[in-house]
C-alpha cells in the first residue's frame, strides 16, 4: 500500500526547483514573443487547433469501427469524424478565415455563458451570486466586443495566448522561488 507523505513530495520538488524556474522564463519568453507578434500567434494558434481537430477526427473514425455500437451510433461516430476532420483541414490550410471562424465561435460561446451565468445568479441563493453576476457582465460585454469587431478581433486569440503563456510562466517562476525556498535542496 502506498502512502501520501508530504515530506518526501516537498523534497522531491525541491530538487527540482531549477527545472520549474527554467521552464517559467521559457514561457515567459514564448508569451512575450506572442504577445509582440499577436498576428503569428493567432495563426499558430488556428493552425494547432486545427491539427487537434484532425487528429480528434481521426479518434472518432477509428472508434467507431472498433468498439461495439449500434448502427446509429457508429454512423454518428463517422459523422463527427469526417465533419473534425473537415474542420480541421479548414483551419490548417486556411488560417485566416479559421481566425475569424474561431473568433465567432468564442464570442458566440462568452455571450451565452456570461447570459448563463446571470441567469444562474439571479435564480439561485449560490453564497458567490455577486461573483457570477460580475463574471457574467465580463463574458457578455467581452463577447460582445468580439463580435463586433470581427475580423480585426481574431487578433484577441493571439493576445490571448500570449498572454496566458506569460501568466503561467510567471507562475511557473514563482512557485519555483516557493519551493526553493522551503528548505534546503
Do not use: C
Amino acid at each position: 500500500m502506498q502512502t501520501f507523505a508530504p515530506d518526501a513530495d516537498a523534497t522531491a520538488a525541491r530538487g527540482k526547483w531549477a527545472w520549474f524556474l527554467i521552464y517559467g522564463v521559457i514561457l515567459v519568453v514564448v508569451g512575450l514573443i506572442a504577445l509582440y507578434n499577436a498576428v503569428d500567434a493567432t495563426l499558430v494558434t488556428t493552425i494547432w487547433v486545427g491539427f487537434l481537430l484532425l487528429f480528434g477526427g481521426v479518434v472518432e473514425l477509428f472508434s467507431a469501427f472498433t468498439y461495439p455500437r449500434s448502427i446509429g451510433g457508429r454512423i454518428l461516430h463517422i459523422v463527427l469524424g469526417l465533419l473534425y476532420i473537415a474542420a480541421g483541414l479548414t483551419l490548417i490550410f486556411n488560417p485566416i478565415s479559421g481566425a475569424i471562424t474561431l473568433a465567432v465561435i468564442i464570442a458566440i460561446m462568452l455571450i451565452v455563458d456570461g447570459f448563463l451565468r446571470l441567469w444562474f445568479a439571479l435564480t439561485t441563493d449560490a453564497p458567490d451570486r455577486i461573483l457570477n453576476i460580475v463574471l457574467g457582465i465580463i463574458d457578455v460585454l467581452l463577447g460582445a466586443w468580439l463580435w463586433t469587431g470581427i475580423p480585426m478581433t481574431a487578433l484577441a486569440i493571439g493576445f490571448y495566448v500570449g498572454f496566458a503563456l506569460l501568466i503561467a510562466g510567471i507562475s511557473w517562476i514563482m512557485l519555483s522561488f516557493r519551493v526553493k525556498g522551503s528548505g534546503a535542496a
